[in-house]
């Protein structure tokens, strides 16, 4: 059964500090998913990462794969307000032919001015 | 605004009682996916269907029950409902369902179920 763990599941920071949110997966996948929600909204996509190594960056938001590890995480830079919402990290079963996410817990940021 | 739109936002009904949850996806989108969203069990992968065939199953009820017609909108059945059923549930679509290369699942603005 695949496992995802996110840490922390909370987290407040001060505006213009930096931090790093972890997503551990329990079974081999080369495809990990990282989503934000707003409170009573929906997902939005923010970072497909397909391979060992990968790097994204998106504003003050980026995110790594290390599939040896089986280690993803988001780094958060000089965070604003903006920032607040739950982000989770999701990763596909393997398996042929389906696409089925299995989501960590997320992960609930609130930046405090 | 993801283009998935779901019918209806908010649903109130009694337990026991049967609902019917109404998702239309991207337009060129063939795969469709349910997902139930609750306090205590996360963000749960349910079923997925590609262009009117199910593809995948995750932890879905067998009081619940989906399909996915010929213009590609799906509807998850929900029956003999219990106050647990209580949960939000996403729909997302995406163009072919296999997750290769950059294919991104997109999030309708699902259905909050309160079941009393």
């Known amino acids: 059964e695949l496992k995802v763990e996110q840490n922390p599941l909370f987290l407040s920071m001060q505006e213009g500090k930096n931090y790093t949110i972890y997503c551990n997966y329990s079974t081999t996948s080369d495809r990990l998913y990282w989503y934000r929600q707003d409170p009573g909204k929906s997902l939005e996509s923010l970072f497909v990462l397909l391979s060992n190594g990968a790097v994204k960056q998106e504003g003050r938001l980026m995110a790594s794969l290390d599939t040896k590890a089986r280690l993803s995480t988001l780094h958060i830079t000089a965070a604003v307000h903006d920032l607040s919402a739950t982000y989770f990290c999701a990763v596909v079963l393997p398996g042929a032919g389906s696409y089925q996410l299995t989501f960590g817990k997320g992960t609930k940021l609130s930046v405090i001015p | 605004d993801s283009g998935v739109t779901q019918t209806p936002k908010h649903l109130i009904t009694a337990t026991g009682q049967r609902v019917t949850l109404r998702c239309s996806p991207r337009s060129g989108d063939l795969s469709v996916y349910w997902y139930q969203q609750s306090l205590d069990q996360g963000l749960q992968f349910l079923i997925q269907?590609?262009?009117?065939?199910?593809?995948a199953k995750g932890n879905i009820l067998e009081r619940f029950s989906a399909q996915q017609f010929p213009d590609l909108h799906s509807e998850l059945n929900l029956s003999s409902l219990e106050l647990g059923d209580s949960a939000l549930y996403f729909c997302?679509?995406?163009?072919?369902?296999?997750?290769?290369?950059?294919?991104?699942?997109?999030f309708g603005p699902g259905t909050r179920l309160l079941v009393l």
């Open positions: 997302a679509s995406s163009v072919g369902g296999t997750g290769w290369g950059q294919e991104t699942q997109y």
């Open positions: 269907y590609y262009n009117g065939e199910e593809r």
